[in-house]
């Protein structure tokens, strides 16, 4: 059945046929590496080596090496996780939510923006695990795993276990589903194989695709299924993760519209993610048929909306702080537009809320270089609005005798990038080796597929 | 009748058969199945091939894990003779005298396995009263400093060499004796001695070499209050001040609750007259009026503080003295200068003073003789001698007369000496004339020190013979006339240092005369008892009046002993005030000149410990700055020169300069004036970065001499500003209470008509998702650990402070990591500004700040910025810096009873006990460190790296020495976890075993705190608040308890105390 409407704009141009798919797309995985690859993944590489160098010197003397002090105990480092996972909540959303919406328009990015997620996920784990002061044991007491010490057993009161299951669940959905969709793919490309080695490495991760219809049947079905399951975690997580802080007495913190205002503020960092990474991508792999300035602009409308609703929450934070009459929570959040660390707010309220307007204008909309500008900027905004929350609440909280200042060591900032060198690095490998978009589904899409 | 309850295992032993009672008697009743895997033929075993291999596999397998495991060899070395009164894990409880200044507290020294952890105050002295002050608790780490001499040395051209004790008898004797025959004069030197024994020993060695002088020197001396007393009524003492017989005590910058004379003593004899519960409307409390430049612990405290210009003080003096004559109706001194301060200052103390007569105290800080003797006059004017001032049942604490000094450093310069000998003294690091001292010491044949550890002194001398520290020493103390105490050896010499009194018997040919009563008997009973010093003052006690073995352990098991006190006698004053006005106006400084006052800090003092890393991590109770001496500049003068916190200045006066000092803006500071603390500065080890490096600088050089002794105050002293910055370390970092209920205090009057004055806030709190604690053991209520904190006894002295440190095994982190923000201490004192708005300037044009003020008192930070932003507008004088109230408040764990911390550990890590305590299981601890984020307390503190064994924290956790006085009561946590007060409840634990092994209830005040132990304002009372009979119970249920934010409903097990000032109600 096709459902496609005669009059709407094609979502592939510049007339593709079947072939020129698949030669298009294998091209980068069948080819040698361009050398604005290889300088690129050198980059992410050397970012690589800092967080490994980051992370030695962590293990090696302790969170000490961090800015943290008695107050301020969370920093940069769930600052930055809290930044990454809500990275990763395009890729679902995209994956997921819109595969249940039909809406064709995803098929083209869904692919990279899953691959996204993956990566994202993999740099804010990173986070709190390291942040543990004793990671050697606290990597696995917190799973309720049998042990011979009587009932000693996790607290399922802490919104930390609840983490800690949130996020692997997601990061283990996410990774299903995003396998279950490259199977087609690296079908295709083992069957265009040359090589020994890649005939041998792509068949064994195609297992066994026959491309019969039983098992195109299958697939489909289970995309759905998986669709169905991931769709509640693009909520959950987000959720969660917000929980770690509505769950707690820090004024700032204790506020019931975190939740959403979380989700809503994960889809804006994400989607500017996925528009950052993919104005790139489009250009440098020459994809700009497949990715269209319609996707940009589709993805640009997703990030005015949810950038105006954690724009909205903002105002609506200060609202009822002054309503609730507690004056802790009313100092909290006078605190963070006038104290001390009035620039981050500033910058969050500049990046998240008032940036974003911009795109009510077609033309910027439409306008790759200046789209990529302001996902950037968007990313930014987004990082602020973490640290925001969490440094400026926890550094003046009840108690002024224990108001501090908090700034992080070269060892945090050092960390920071190198999970940027993880994630780069990890796309470049997945742009090389995986078809970047998903060829078995656009091709489903093509104007003249007959 | 109880009945009973039998239960058995089987029937057998229900009837108790033949078979099985024969049964019993075997360790395993039932045969062993060994013959099913043992047989007597093929090979010994019924197993086959496979189980074979099997059992073989295995057991390599086993031994090659085990062997894998590379557990290190400790060893644990049993008593060769078990001393009768040791057993290992169980404490011994010694009472003795504090070594750490000469104020003499009693003191209770806890040991574990034979060697002394902690020092806390015998309740039996009172000197000490219980407490101890936050010097005295961390003097017990010198015994175990690295920088301790490991024996005698010689120094010879700057270079340090072993000799043995032989040697240097043989070598200072001979050299003593050269000296006697050719008339040379010998010198002591020494600290405060007030021990009779010691000072026998003294007139012993000046009896074999007659030309001795024993010259006492203190570092920070009382020379004005002995020479003016001994001028005005020929006793050369500090009397005794009674705080309990007094109703108003008016000081003149002796902060007698923090470092003057007695602190301890002083403080709980202050807080007992400042109770207030069931008060009657007729009754009254001491009430506290100072006047100063700093802002001393004992202003913080003040019901009335008057910010002075201490060069000005003669003119404010003699304007008191002037104002009660004429209430008195007595001739005025003639004077020149007259002075009143800001709101009548001294009319109105005239005026409660004169309604006291008789039951007031008037005291000063100066060190100047003829302000003291105004002060005396005042005194005489008020009838207090005799009542409140004793000069009878005087104190010894301090007898160093300057004025020896002076002319000890100018003979010694002048060569006049051949032999000196110091003892418990370091002049060339305290004295001003530091240089003269240096260059006399070169010309003397002989010079030695007792110094325990190579200090600037000893440096310098040709032999240093250290002395042991107090915990190793027998000694006696008589720091107040009547009261002798004992101090008792609680360890046997760490290394090979013999006590000063021996020596100084050995070279005077005294020592051999003894004989030995416990050679033989032992080596243990050798080491400790065998003393030649031990029986040296057992013969002075006898002749004192404590004969026999049975008296002299009873005194030495109390370790106090007390001679009836005399009858006061109401002196006359023998020298007339109007002729001293010349020497007075001498001391009156220029108005306009910047007065330099000099002070020694709560911790420090006068330096003698300054290596002690608990001394210094200790917080400054004012500025909260640890590790360094800092100049405290007014608020009008910083605006004036355009300095801020972190800048440097360089401060001099005349040819003494100090470059490059931190600065800190501090509230309260006098205008005109700055402070600078002294005791900072101390050289360590050549050669080698002690702690003593790098710690502040020295300020002694700036001690001037005025009418003959050295003066704390310099008048004209010049500040410049220079490029750099130093960022001084500080525990606390925002200074005002922002308007928040966190303290709540009232006024005498007010608490006098309502018991729930300044407490009357209802509460309303958080609902709360958990069931509410019960605290139950089988139904019964079980114990329910809680604490009171009375804010009003509470003088923010931190002795707790330590005290906690040393119980706890808390580490010590150092400058850098305080710097960082993460100081471990388990206790701290929290210490709020507000500041006085008394020029009352309007804000209410002011929209955004409007809020911010609350009248007269201005408690946030905008209100305080746009106040500040006028007064620099107006280029004023930013009085309301200067008029600054203060409050303390203790603050640790509250052991929530719905503690936030503990729902969010994903591990279990922090959990309630049944007790209501708030437990840390340090084993399970991850650190997530979301307990601490979540604690609105901010009291948990976290292991940011691995504190012990580590030398890049080098203070005490990293050497073997330094570790004996760990508390092996309590474990020493890794890094990577948090921490936080437990309530001590390795006491809670060791008090309810001994309860229960003596078959017996737990009774209240068995249990004390470190915290408790160590106040001497007796602030903190900790017991069980679910028995009824309980003082804690009592005071949870007192009008002025309240919780601190009790509006999140933590259900805190620690009440605080409404603080009561005796001063007027605002008019409204």
């Known amino acids: 059945m096709i459902h496609d409407s005669v009059i709407r704009p094609q979502l592939v141009t510049g007339d593709k046929t079947l072939h020129d798919v698949t030669t298009e797309i294998c091209r980068p995985i069948e080819n040698k590496p361009s050398t604005s690859w290889k300088v690129g993944f050198v980059l992410s590489v050397i970012f690589l080596g800092i967080l490994g160098l980051t992370l030695g010197i962590t293990l090696a003397f302790g969170i000490g090496t961090w800015g943290l002090n008695k107050s301020v105990q969370w920093g940069w480092d769930i600052t930055n996780f809290v930044f990454w996972v809500g990275i990763g909540h395009a890729g679902t959303l995209i ?158 913190w204790h506020t019931t519209i975190f939740p959403p205002y979380f989700v809503a503020g994960a889809i804006f960092s994400g989607f500017g993610m996925v528009l950052t990474l993919l104005v790139i991508a489009r250009k440098v792999m020459n994809y700009q048929d497949y990715i269209t300035i319609g996707h ?96 400026t609440s926890l550094h003046r909280e009840y108690l002024p005798s224990g108001w501090v200042m908090y700034s992080p060591t070269m060892v945090e900032i050092g960390l920071f990038l190198g999970t940027f060198g993880l994630f780069f690095t990890c796309f470049f490998l997945f742009s090389k080796f995986l078809p970047v978009i998903n060829m078995a589904e656009v091709k489903g899409i093509l104007k003249n597929r007959e | 009748m109880a009945k009973k309850q039998l239960y058995w295992k089987g029937e057998d032993e229900l009837l108790r058969t033949k078979e099985f009672l024969a049964s019993q008697k075997n360790e395993f009743n039932e045969a062993l199945p060994l013959d099913e895997v043992f047989s007597e033929n093929n090979l010994g075993l019924n197993a086959n091939r496979r189980d074979f291999l099997k059992f073989f596999g295995f057991s390599v397998a086993a031994v090659s894990l085990a062997a894998c495991n590379s557990t290190s060899v400790r060893n644990v070395v049993p008593y060769l003779v078990k001393p009768e009164e040791i057993t290992p894990g169980v404490a011994n409880y010694y009472n003795s005298t504090c070594g750490a200044c000469s104020t003499g507290c009693g003191i ?122 001994r001028d005005a009524f020929g ?159 005087h104190s010894n604490q301090y007898k160093g007369l300057d004025t020896d000094m002076v002319s000890f450093t100018n003979d010694l310069k002048n060569g006049a000496y051949a032999a000196v000998l110091f003892y418990n003294s370091n002049p060339v690091y305290s004295s001003p004339a530091s240089a003269d001292i240096i260059a006399g010491l070169k010309k003397t044949k002989l010079s030695v020190s007792f110094a325990g550890t190579a200090d600037e002194t000893a440096k310098l001398c040709q032999y240093i013979a250290p002395d042991n520290h107090y915990l190793e020493s027998w000694n006696d103390a008589e720091p107040k006339a009547g009261l002798f105490q004992l101090t008792q050896p609680t360890i046997s010499p760490v290394f090979t240092t013999r006590q000063a009194q021996e020596s100084l018997l050995t070279w005077a040919g005294l020592a051999a005369k003894t004989a030995d009563p416990f050679a033989n008997k032992g080596i243990y009973n050798q080491k400790l008892s065998a003393s030649v010093y ?76 300054s290596n002690n890393p608990w001394i210094q991590e200790t917080p400054d109770p004012m500025s909260k700055v640890t590790w360094d001496n800092y100049v405290s500049l007014p608020k009008a003068l910083a605006e004036k020169e355009g300095i801020k916190n972190g800048d440097l200045v360089n401060i001099s006066y005349d040819k003494v300069s100090l470059n490059g000092m931190p600065v800190f803006v501090q509230p309260g500071q006098s205008n005109g004036t700055v402070g600078l603390a002294v005791g900072y500065g101390r050289m360590g080890k050549a050669g080698e970065k002690g702690l003593f490096e790098s710690i502040g600088k020295n300020a002694y050089p700036f001690l001037k001499v005025q009418n003959g002794t050295y003066n704390t105050v310099v008048n004209g002293v010049k500040i410049t500003k220079i490029d750099g910055n130093y960022e001084l370390a500080q525990t606390q970092t925002h200074h005002s209470i922002e308007g928040r209920d966190l303290v709540r205090e009232t006024t005498l009057e007010d608490i006098k008509k309502n018991p729930k004055a300044g407490n009357d806030k209802a509460t309303p709190h958080l609902y709360t998702l958990w069931e509410t604690k019960a605290y139950k053991k089988d139904g019964a209520p079980n114990h329910h650990w809680a604490m009171a904190i009375d804010l009003n006894s509470c003088t923010g002295c931190s002795a707790c402070v330590v005290s906690c440190s040393i119980e706890n095994n808390v580490p010590v982190v150092g400058r850098a990591e ?138 005490h956790f990293n050497n073997d020495l330094g570790k004996m006085v760990i508390n092996p009561d309590v474990t020493v946590r890794t890094r990577g976890v948090m921490e936080k007060c437990s309530m001590c409840v390795q006491s809670i634990q060791g008090a309810k075993t001994k309860a229960k092994r003596e078959k017996r209830k737990l009774t209240d005040g068995e249990v004390k705190t470190a915290c408790q132990r160590a106040c001497p304002a007796g602030a903190i009372v900790f017991g069980d608040v679910n028995d009824p009979n309980s003082e804690v119970h009592k005071l949870f249920k007192n009008e002025r308890s309240y919780r601190i934010l009790e509006e999140l409903n933590t259900q805190t097990a620690v009440k605080y105390m409404v603080k009561v000032r005796d001063i007027e109600n605002a008019k409204a």
Not at chain 2, 118 to 136: E, H, I, M, R, Y
Not at chain 2, 205 to 225: C, L, P, R
Not at chain 2, 912 to 938: D, F, V
């Open chain 1, 95 to 252: 994956s997921a939510i819109l595969l249940l919406f039909r809406q064709k328009w995803r098929m083209s990015i869904n692919r990279s923006a899953e691959a996204m997620t993956i990566f994202a996920v993999m740099c804010a784990a990173i986070f709190p695990l390291f942040h543990m002061g004793r990671i050697w044991v606290g990597g696995y007491w917190v799973f309720p795993l049998p042990n011979a010490f009587g009932s000693l057993w996790v607290n399922f009161h802490s919104p930390l276990l609840w983490d800690v299951f949130a996020i692997s669940t997601y990061f283990s959905v996410s990774l299903v589903f995003w396998y279950l969709g490259l199977i087609p793919d690296i079908a295709t490309v083992r069957d265009r194989a040359t090589t020994a080695g890649r005939k041998f490495w792509y068949n064994f991760f195609s297992m066994g695709w026959t491309g019969s219809v039983r098992t195109w049947n299958r697939y489909e079905v289970v995309s759905l299924i998986l669709a169905g399951i991931s769709t509640p975690l693009v909520l959950s997580v987000h959720t969660i993760v917000s929980m770690d802080f509505a769950t707690s007495v820090v004024p700032g």
């Open chain 1, 296 to 391: 940009l602009e589709a993805m640009c409308k997703v990030v005015m909306l949810t950038g105006t609703m954690v724009g909205l929450a903002y105002i609506t934070e200060f609202f009822v702080a002054a309503y609730s009459g507690v004056e802790y929570e009313q100092y909290a959040f006078i605190n963070r537009a006038t104290g001390p660390y009035w620039w981050a707010y500033w910058s969050m309220m500049t990046c998240n809320l008032i940036a974003p307007q911009v795109f009510w204008f077609k033309w910027a909309r439409t306008t790759p270089w200046f789209i990529f500008m302001l996902s950037i900027v968007v990313n930014v905004g987004m990082w602020f609005e973490r640290f925001v929350i969490i440094v």
């Open chain 2, 108 to 229: 209770t020294i806890k040991t574990r396995e034979g060697r002394p952890i902690k020092v806390d105050g015998n309740a039996l002295s009172p000197v000490s009263g219980g407490g101890l002050c936050t010097t005295g608790q961390a003097s017990i780490l010198g015994l175990y400093d690295t920088e301790r001499l490991d024996g005698p040395k010689k120094v010879s051209n700057g270079s340090t060499s072993n000799i043995d004790w032989a040697t240097l008898d043989t070598e200072v004797s001979t050299q003593l004796n050269a000296i006697q025959t050719a008339g040379g004069k010998i010198a002591i030197v020494s600290g405060t001695v007030h021990s009779p024994s010691t000072l026998a020993v003294i007139n012993d060695f000046k009896t074999k070499y007659t030309n001795t002088t024993h010259i006492t020197y203190d570092a920070m001396s009382y020379s004005g209050i002995l020479i003016a007393n």
């Open chain 2, 235 to 393: 006793k050369q003492v500090i009397p005794s001040y009674s705080f309990a017989k007094s109703n108003v005590v008016v000081s003149f910058g002796a902060d007698f609750l923090g470092t003057w004379i007695s602190p301890v003593e002083f403080t709980k004899a202050w807080a007992d007259r400042r109770k207030v519960d069931g008060i009657s409307a007729d009754s009254k409390v001491l009430k506290t009026i100072i006047f100063e430049s700093n802002l001393s612990l004992t202003g913080t405290n003040a019901d009335y503080r008057f910010p002075m210009k201490s060069s000005q003080e003669a003119v404010y003096v003699t304007s008191l003295y002037n104002a009660i004559a004429k209430l008195a109706g007595q001739p005025a001194i003639q004077i020149a200068q007259s002075g009143e301060l800001a709101g009548d200052a001294i009319k109105q103390t005239a005026t409660a003073l004169w309604k006291e007569k008789g039951n007031s105290m008037v005291i000063s800080g100066s060190n100047d003789p003829k302000i003291q003797l105004v002060i005396n006059g005042i005194n005489m004017l008020l009838g207090n001698y005799g009542t409140t001032i004793d000069l009878d049942n």
């Open chain 2, 534 to 609: 031990y029986l040296y003052i057992k013969s002075k006690w006898a002749a004192m009046g404590v004969s026999g073995d049975e008296a002299f352990n009873k005194a030495l098991h109390d370790g106090v002993h007390m001679a009836p006190a005399k009858a006061a006698v109401v002196p006359a004053m023998a020298v007339s005030l109007n002729a001293i006005v010349s020497d007075l106006q001498s001391t009156i400084g220029n108005s306009t000149g910047i007065d330099l006052v000099l002070y020694q800090s709560v911790s420090v003092k006068d330096g003698s410990l």
């Open chain 2, 818 to 955: 305080v710097r960082r923000r993460r100081e471990m201490h388990w206790m701290r004192i929290d210490r709020y500004f507000t500041f006085e708005n008394r020029k009352m300037v309007d804000y209410t044009d002011d929209l955004f700040l409007s809020r911010d003020y609350e009248g007269k008192n201005v408690t946030k930070e905008k209100g305080l910025e746009a106040l500040d932003n006028r007064e620099a507008q107006a280029k004023g004088e930013f009085t309301h810096w200067e008029n600054v109230k203060v409050v303390h408040q203790p603050m640790m764990c509250q052991h929530c009873g719905q503690a936030p911390c503990e729902t969010v550990c994903p591990v279990l890590a922090t959990t309630h006990s049944s007790e209501g305590l708030n437990q840390m299981t340090y084993n399970r601890c991850i650190g997530t460190k979301y307990c601490a984020n979540n604690c609105p307390y901010k009291v948990r503190r976290f292991n940011w790296f691995r504190y012990n064994d580590n030398d890049k924290f080098d203070f």
